[in-house]
């Protein structure tokens, strides 16, 4: 008896299954369903500003009961659950970001059109109490600062967690382990008092203020996050890679030198970025050991150094008449600073991906 059919079997493996792309596309149009509406609250004089992120947070709310509805339907209940928890990770990964992409939302659109003015990055604020001056003084004495101080902290920040890791055992090691804990959780303005502190003591100026010492303030912050990510990045390193080296008889320090430390540049690289990171916005140590000044200063050895977080925190806690050409200062100041450290952050992934060991040849 033959057996006719009129169409395609069929598949019991897809049946039943939503499209590829179903749950980015209800995840897109949960966001547009609520962007639309915001934007109508806000037209409906409800609200004076756009809310973008109150959108895309019930709009994430809004696509994990549209997907789990959708899921029951087409797929049943198991499956419904099991997209619901999926969904759920990706709205906590989606609420994390949202501060995020708050802080840099509100610091673009108010600092952009006061950063993208010429004098913004071509002057300083000499003689300045008006809407003209800019943040030259500032970008210099920022950048100048941050690269002494990551001169100073990263080599002995990667020699030390080089000792803990390859040569470190005992009594010493634990307590250079303990030491840069300590060191991990000291307030940034305590940082500040020592470096004050030093140099008074060193020059017997009460009123000691340069930019020298604001790195030295730095590298105290910087030290101990380059000694603890690159002692991980270290530790990560197979010991095969060594124990082969020591095996056709190269010593240990060209072991380090040649095996460990290429195989682990990358780890180091943005362990060294973070602790930029980390510090490249400190306002109170630099406040205090480094001071505030309205003109250009190269000199790291001599007189005040204005920086980008001070520049920032002394326009906006010291407006003049006209306020908003201080705030409006202030957030070019902030926007300045986020953009360099993201041009660093960018540079460091490229040098990491440059000499970084290069696996599957």
């Not at 549209?66 to 906590?92: C, N």
């Not at 500032?138 to 803990?164: D, F, H, K, N």
């Amino acid at each position: 008896m033959a057996i006719t059919t009129t169409g395609p079997m069929p598949n019991a493996l897809t049946a039943g299954r939503l499209p590829r792309g179903a749950v980015w596309m209800v995840l897109l149009g949960s966001w547009a369903l609520l962007a639309s509406v915001f934007a109508l609250v806000q037209m409906g004089g409800v609200t004076e500003k756009y809310n973008l992120i109150g959108a895309l947070f019930l709009g994430t709310v809004l696509f994990n009961i549209v997907l789990f509805v959708i899921t029951y339907l087409v797929e049943g209940a198991r499956q419904a659950r099991d997209r619901l928890a999926s969904s759920l990770v990706v709205t906590a990964f989606i609420i994390a970001l949202l501060p995020l992409v708050s802080l840099v939302y509100t610091v673009l659109i108010n600092g952009a059109a006061r950063m993208v003015a010429p004098s913004f990055l071509t002057q300083s604020m000499r003689n300045v109490l008006g809407a003209d001056g800019g943040a030259v003084h500032a970008v210099i004495g920022t950048l100048e600062v941050t690269a002494v101080a990551a001169i100073i902290s990263v080599p002995i920040g990667l020699l030390t967690s080089i000792y803990l890791v390859e040569y470190g055992r005992g009594l010493l090691a634990r307590v250079i382990t303990f030491m840069v804990d300590v060191m991990t959780g000291i307030p940034s303005i305590v940082a500040g008092l020592f470096a004050y502190a030093l140099f008074v003591l060193v020059t017997g100026d009460v009123g000691f203020r340069s930019g020298f010492g604001g790195s030295v303030a730095l590298s105290v912050l910087m030290i101990p996050v380059v000694v603890r990510s690159s002692e991980e990045m270290l530790k990560l390193v197979p010991n095969e890679l060594r124990e082969a080296s020591y095996a056709l008889g190269v010593p240990k320090w060209l072991t380090v030198l040649k095996i460990v430390l290429p195989t682990s540049i990358a780890g180091i690289t943005t362990g060294v970025m973070l602790s930029i990171a980390r510090v490249i916005g400190e306002t109170a140590p630099l406040l205090i050991i480094s001071g505030l000044t309205a003109s250009v200063n190269y000199d790291l050895f001599k007189d005040r150094m204005m920086t980008l977080p001070v520049f920032v925190y002394t326009q906006y806690s010291n407006q003049g008449a006209n306020q908003s050409d201080f705030v409006d200062r202030a957030w070019a100041g902030a926007l300045t600073l986020i953009l360099i450290v993201m041009l660093l952050n960018l540079g460091a992934r490229i040098i990491a991906r440059i000499f970084a060991p290069k696996l599957g040849r």
